[in-house]
T-cell receptor, first 110, second 113 residues
Framework: RKEVEQDPGPFNVPEGATVAFNCTYSNSASQSFFWYRQDCRKEPKLLMSVYSSGNEDGRFTAQLNRASQYISLLIRDSKLSDSATYLCVVRGTGGFKTIFGAGTRLFVKA | NAGVTQTPKFQVLKTGQSMTLQCAQDMNHNSMYWYRQDPGMGLRLIYYSASEGTTDKGEVPNGYNVSRLNKREFSLRLESAAPSQTSVYFC????????????FGPGTRLTVL
C-alpha cells in the first residue's frame, strides 16, 4: 500500500461546479498535511496547508480527518484556471520525511 | 530574487554517461532537496541537505550522488546514467523554522537513451 494515495482522475467538471478530492495516508503518526498544485510541465507550488480544524482560502477548503486518515480539498465555483494536478503531501515524524501523492488531475471546461 | 533555479532545463544522455544537475537558491534557505517525478509515482525524494555541510539519503538514492557546495547550491550527479533514470528532476528548498513549505525549481527533464 502506498503511504499517500490519491485518485488520479481525471476529474472533468464545468466552470462553476464544486469538486472535491480526497487523499488517504497510511502513517497514523503523520504530523503535517498540505495541498500543492502543479500545472502541466511546471513545478509544484504550495496551495494550502491543512489544519486539524479545517481551513479555507477563498474558494478552497481543506479538511483533515485523523480518525479515518484522510485529507480533502474542496473547490467551489471552479474556474478554467483551476485546471491542474493537485498533489496531496504528508509529512511524518523524524524530520524530513515528506511524502507526495501521485496527484489528482482536474480539468475545468467552459 | 530568482527563487530556485535549475540547469539545464533539458538533457539527453546515452547510457553510461555522467552529468551533474545544478540547483541554486537565493532565499537564504537552510534545507535543500532533490526529487524525481515519474508518471503515476508522485515526487520521490532522492537526497536532501538539512543544512550546509550535511547531506542524507532519501527514498531513492541509488545511482546518484549530491554535493552541498555552500548554502546556495546543491548539485545532483549521475555517475553512470541508466534508462531507468529518465525522469523530471526537481530541486526544492525550505527555510529554517516551523514551516513545511518547499519552494521548487522549474525542473530538469532528463532522457537517458
Amino acid at each position: 500500500r502506498k503511504e499517500v494515495e490519491q485518485d488520479p482522475g481525471p476529474f472533468n467538471v464545468p466552470e462553476g461546479a464544486t469538486v472535491a478530492f480526497n487523499c488517504t495516508y497510511s502513517n497514523s503518526a503523520s504530523q503535517s498535511f498540505f495541498w500543492y498544485r502543479q500545472d502541466c510541465r511546471k513545478e509544484p507550488k504550495l496551495l494550502m496547508s491543512v489544519y486539524s480544524s479545517g481551513n479555507e482560502d477563498g474558494r478552497f477548503t481543506a479538511q483533515l480527518n485523523r480518525a479515518s486518515q484522510y485529507i480533502s480539498l474542496l473547490i467551489r465555483d471552479s474556474k478554467l484556471s483551476d485546471s491542474a494536478t493537485y498533489l496531496c503531501v504528508v509529512r511524518g515524524t523524524g524530520g524530513f520525511k515528506t511524502i507526495f501523492g501521485a496527484g489528482t488531475r482536474l480539468f475545468v471546461k467552459a | 530574487n530568482a527563487g530556485v533555479t535549475q540547469t539545464p532545463k533539458f538533457q539527453v544522455l546515452k547510457t553510461g554517461q555522467s552529468m551533474t544537475l545544478q540547483c541554486a537558491q537565493d532565499m537564504n534557505h537552510n534545507s535543500m532537496y532533490w526529487y524525481r517525478q515519474d508518471p503515476g509515482m508522485g515526487l520521490r525524494l532522492i537526497y536532501y541537505s538539512a543544512s550546509e555541510g550535511t547531506t542524507d539519503k532519501g527514498e531513492v538514492p541509488n545511482g546518484y550522488n549530491v554535493s552541498r557546495l555552500n548554502k546556495r547550491e546543491f548539485s545532483l550527479r549521475l555517475e553512470s546514467a541508466a534508462p531507468s533514470q529518465t525522469s523530471v528532476y526537481f530541486c526544492a528548498s525550505k527555510p529554517a523554522g516551523f514551516t513545511d513549505t518547499q519552494y521548487f525549481g522549474p525542473g530538469t527533464r532528463l532522457t537517458v537513451l
